[in-house]
């Protein structure tokens, strides 16, 4: 059995779709593009697929992960290529890569986000960003089933700043602000809107409209230089790492 990791994005209006909706779309890609998928046993047999810390609804994402299991060897990139020709505008598969190490989902423990706030001024940002960092707590409340909670959303945020993006694609007329969240994934997760309620509760920052939010990598945290590295680099490694399986010739003579 072939194990297969993806890389795929959602892009513009799609978004807005729900997990749930995407993963309905992706099995119908599996089936168009003919991939021999392995499936699980029981009375209601489901293909074998992994997903892994999806982005929340309404969030863009360049960097969204799965795995699927499959009975027979293919080529990681000419699958890749027939499952991006199955799947929507948005829904992109933008890496692939063979399984030859275990523990992806243990290599997800931050992510890169990117906030775009349409009618905040980058100096009012600004100002809300270093007290925000000054805090040593910042207690925000999330609704849930069970009711409201509080909880600490400062802890998780390893690094926050305003930045400048190279593309606009947001009208020139009006400000808007942008900013470049580091955050762990702890329990409970802490996800950017949180950090938003958090900007709101120290500086009284408040987007006159809902911001943009995009998710541009997830990865292994890196705890000197704070950033999140590649979590499919350790299996290209193993791929291109020279075998051991056969002696080398000068160990043959």
């Not at 995407?22 to 593009?33: D, H, M, N, V």
């Not at 523990?103 to 906030?115: I, P, Q, Y």
Request: with cysteine.
């Amino acid at each position: 059995m072939q194990r297969i990791r993806l890389r795929y994005t959602k892009r513009g209006r799609l978004r807005f779709t729900s997990h749930r909706d995407f993963q309905r779309a992706f099995e119908r890609a599996l089936r168009r593009a003919e991939v021999p998928m392995a499936y699980s046993a029981g009375f209601t047999p489901h293909p074998k697929v992994s997903y892994a810390n999806a982005a929340p609804t309404g969030t863009g994402s360049e960097a969204e992960y799965l795995e699927i299991a499959l009975t027979s060897a293919r080529d990681p990139q000419r699958l890749r290529a027939l499952l991006d020709e199955s799947l929507p505008d948005g829904l992109d598969i933008t890496d692939a890569v063979e399984a030859r190490t275990s523990g992806l989902a243990d290599r997800l423990t931050a992510s890169v986000w990117e906030l775009r706030l349409a009618g905040v001024e980058p100096g009012d940002a600004e100002k809300a960003v270093v007290a925000f960092n000054a805090a040593e707590v910042v207690e925000v409340q999330r609704a849930t089933k069970n009711g409201l909670r509080n909880f600490d959303a400062r802890a998780a945020v390893v690094h926050l700043e305003t930045t400048q993006s190279e593309t606009a694609d947001r009208p020139t007329d009006q400000p808007c602000a942008i900013l470049r969240l580091v955050v762990r994934h702890v329990t409970p997760a802490v996800r950017p809107d949180d950090v938003l309620s958090g900007l709101r509760a120290v500086a009284d920052l408040a987007p006159p409209v809902p911001a943009a939010v995009t998710r541009l990598a997830q990865g292994l945290l890196d705890e000197e230089t704070g950033t999140v590295t590649d979590p499919l680099a350790p299996d290209r490694e193993a791929a291109e790492a020279p075998s051991t399986a056969e002696p080398t010739a000068a160990a043959k003579a």
